[in-house]
């Protein structure tokens, strides 16, 4: 079953337009991890917070993680039409082995 | 390789007919799993694989389903009696030991008719 929701399900924005995205989950994590996927491509990974982190950032992304409220948000500024595709956020535990458990994704749209 | 391959990209089966689908880590990658992702949903966890050993089947939807690592390298999934609901895009994904980080194939999917 999957880990949890994200918020929203769908996002359309011009390009040069901020596109936010949230990620909630249910149990205590090791890490969470953000993935891009294009339409019938396999996932890239994007960024990896851990448990113990609050922020942080790789090019135009930004992650927050917020483990009181067990969430997490995808910021991605100056969107690009090239940023159109699905997000999904995907929690590992702290077992012994990095089993991912992922959200329900969020489509971003981006239109030139 | 560059990255994780899996083949066929796509197979169409009909129902009740055996599949065995593979996939090719990335060389030196330990760790290797396989997630089934239905339609318009995230991916879920089948099984893991530590080398040979199978250290995780819970996601394995039925004992339909079995998967095998023999060398440590290349893995194959396998799905007998195949039924509607397999259908799926199933995605194989490698990493290093201890690292957080997995890399994903482009998927197989799975059409059963």
């Known amino acids: 079953s999957q880990q949890g929701e994200e918020d929203p399900q769908a996002l359309s924005i011009q390009e040069g337009e901020n596109a936010t995205m949230n990620c909630s989950y249910k149990t205590s994590i090791n890490n969470l991890q953000w993935y891009r996927q294009n339409s019938g491509r396999g996932l890239v990974h994007l960024i990896l917070?851990?448990?113990?982190?609050r922020e942080k950032h790789s090019g135009r992304l930004r992650v927050t993680l917020d483990t009181s409220k067990k969430s997490s948000s995808l910021l991605i500024t100056a969107s690009r039409a090239a940023d159109t595709a699905s997000y999904f956020c995907a929690t590992a535990s702290n077992t012994g082995f990095q089993k991912l458990v992922f959200g329900t994704g969020t489509r971003l749209l981006v239109s030139p | 390789g560059a990255g994780v391959s899996q083949s066929p990209r796509y197979k169409v089966a009909k129902r009740g007919q055996d599949v065995a689908l593979r996939c090719d880590p990335i060389?030196?990658?330990?760790?290797l799993f396989w997630y089934q992702q239905a339609l318009g949903q995230g991916p879920e966890f089948l099984t893991y694989?530590?080398?040979?050993?199978?250290?995780?089947k819970s996601g394995l939807p039925s004992d339909r389903f079995f998967a095998e690592r023999p060398e440590g390298s290349v893995s194959t999934l396998k799905i007998q009696r195949t039924q509607q609901e397999d259908s799926a895009v199933y995605l194989c994904?490698?990493?290093?030991?201890?690292?957080?980080?997995?890399?994903f194939g482009p998927g197989t999917r799975l059409t059963v008719l």
């Open positions: 060389s030196g990658h330990v760790s």
């Open positions: 917070i851990r448990s113990n982190e």
């Open positions: 994904a490698s990493s290093l030991r201890l690292s957080n980080e997995q890399f």
């Open positions: 694989f530590q080398n040979e050993a199978q250290l995780d």
